[in-house]
């Protein structure tokens, strides 16, 4: 077994250890759309579970990302989602785009996976940008 605080998912690890500068990685709700034929790691197993952020959580304690997109409905439907965003993205240096739900979800067909919570919250989907550790 591995030794870690974080990733034990033997299919994110990997796509997280496959993943390089610029790639994008949407962590989802239970909802969004995932386009047919993409990299998918379904880890929801009931509604609410995984929470969004717990999934979150542990993508970026691996993961250098140096952007983030979210749906500007947001900012009306779960303010809380997107504060809790800022949270863990500002200390990080990450900046927060904010773009309508029509385009939100055209963008995510460039993402290289998608990282699926239980998630019931609306619009509580990130897209991520890898960054470099360099």
Do not use: C, W
């Not at 998608?114 to 550790?133: C, D, H, K, M, W």
């Amino acid at each position: 077994m591995r030794s870690t605080n974080t990733t034990i998912n033997p299919q994110l690890s990997r796509i997280i250890s496959e993943t390089g500068h610029t790639d994008l990685i949407v962590v989802t709700d239970a909802g969004l759309p995932i386009p047919p034929g993409s990299d998918r790691v379904d880890l929801a197993y009931r509604p609410g579970a995984p929470a969004f952020f717990d999934v979150l959580d542990t993508v970026l304690a691996e993961l250098v990302v140096e952007g983030a997109v979210v749906s500007a409905e947001i900012e009306d439907h779960s303010p809380e989602v997107l504060a809790a965003l800022r949270e863990r993205l500002d200390p990080l240096g990450v900046p927060i785009t904010l773009v309508p739900h029509a385009d939100f979800k055209l963008r995510t067909h460039d993402a290289r996976a998608f990282v699926r919570s239980g998630e019931f919250t609306p619009y509580a989907n990130v897209i991520l940008q890898a960054g470099v550790a360099y």
